[in-house]
């Protein structure tokens, strides 16, 4: 596709987050089986059910536009879920191998955290509110599960240096900028 505008790129870099999130949805199950740590599996599978409404998010922001949000490839999260699937492999001690598979779903954490970033830049400036508040959205849940995922760390590699970590059930919870946005797919006008 030729980048003229900016809503072009924009365009452009929502159809790579939803192919990065599809790949997560494929990948998730495969390290919910792998992680030893109960609290690990827990996080991982809290995670899944998120990127399940993440990728419902970029879908109706792609309605919005009357565009599909199909077709791109997303070939550096192709690339990341590679290497986790090299740790879902590894045998071992299952403490180690739970460490690494945090170390995986924290380089992809922190690729999507880049990418709804600069998406979410992008609609603020093309005035794309509703959009911006549910991108925001999303990138609050990647932060908090990369948060998470650290604090599961720590916790399996000295157990003794932490509070009780609790992988709360509920995904949806209200975000920091609270504009009362909603998963449900809305009446087009
Ligand atoms: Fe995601
Ligand atoms: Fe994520």
Known sequence: MSLESLHDLYLEQIRDLYSAEQQIIDALPKMIEAA?????SAGFSKHLEQTRVQAGRLERIGQRME?????????GMAGLLKEGEEAVDEDGNPEIIDAGLIAAAQRVEHYEIAGY???RTYAEALGLDDDAAVLQQTLDEEAETDELLTNISM??????????IVVERE???????????????????
């Open 155 to 164: 916790s399996i590699l000295n157990p003794d240096s932490r509070a009780d």
């Open 117 to 119: 970033g600069c998406a």
């Open 171 to 189: 995904v949806d919870q209200p975000t920091r900028r609270g504009r009362g946005w909603s998963d449900e797919p809305e009446a087009r006008a």
């Open 67 to 75: 565009e599909r949000v199909t077709g791109k490839k997303c070939k």
């Open 36 to 40: 030893t740590d109960q609290k690990l």
